[in-house]
């Protein structure tokens, strides 16, 4: 009632929309009343469409503010899943209850301002060496950005003629990965690919990464 009556300021006759992962409903208002209640007239109720090839995120645990702007773009680009996970150059100072609630609470705003309402999946932190191993058995296209990598386009275009409809991408966290790191990704089949010629901070490294990918092969 707060957020819809204070923050998005809705008025009696504005529409409003509710969703989940699964559905997403468009009502209007009809009425506020005196008991912080809002009467509303559902017009349609509609399944949430999840975007396709599916993308899993391999994000490095960053530093609090870098980590919740890099969820935010990630959710808004169309991501459908997203793993943290721990390197050598991260510290896990991650808490299940108080920050998964408020990683939470940026997906769905995320949502909300992008109408991407299959908001992405988030994982717990694992360490890299887990997560490389999960990854190597699951049928996809593993792509890690590193600016020494395959120019971009040689490498969207062999994955765009494989019509491939899973996709895994890493980026290093800031510092990047070690070299025992890399040999271990390289090792799980990963294409090491550019984004660009320069070194990019990981935060925006991982919203061109999501965005292009989500952009180039829909």
């Known amino acids: 009632f707060h957020r819809m009556v204070t923050v998005l300021r809705l008025r009696v006759g504005e529409t409003v929309i509710f969703f989940d992962r699964k559905v997403y409903i468009t009502a209007t208002i009809e009425s506020f009343t005196r008991k912080k209640q809002i009467n509303v007239v559902i017009t349609s109720i509609k399944q949430t469409k ?11 645990q960053l530093k609090r ?5 890099a969820l935010y773009a990630l959710a808004e680009v169309g991501v459908n899943s997203i793993q943290l996970v721990s390197t ?10 108080r920050d998964n609630d408020r990683a939470q609470r940026i997906l769905v705003a995320a949502a909300e301002q992008s109408k991407n309402f299959a908001y992405p999946e988030l994982y717990a932190p694992i360490s890299l060496i887990q997560a490389l191993e999960h990854s190597h058995g699951l049928n996809a296209t593993n792509i890690f950005f590193d600016y020494q990598g395959k120019y971009f386009f040689d490498v969207m ?23 025992e790191e890399k040999k271990m990704v390289l090792a799980k089949n990963f294409i090491f690919c550019a984004l660009t010629p320069t070194i990019m901070r ?14 180039l092969l829909r």
């Open 65 to 69: 503010d870098d980590l919740e702007t």
């Open 50 to 60: 999840l975007l396709q090839p599916h993308i899993t995120f391999l994000l490095p």
């Open 88 to 97: 050598q150059k991260t510290s896990n100072q991650w808490s299940e209850s």
């Open 202 to 215: 990981a935060v925006q490294a991982a919203a061109l990464a999501a965005g292009l990918m989500r952009s």
């Open 157 to 179: 275009q062999a994955i765009h003629n494989q019509k491939t409809e899973k996709l895994i991408l890493l980026i290093g966290p800031e510092g990047d990965l070690t070299v």
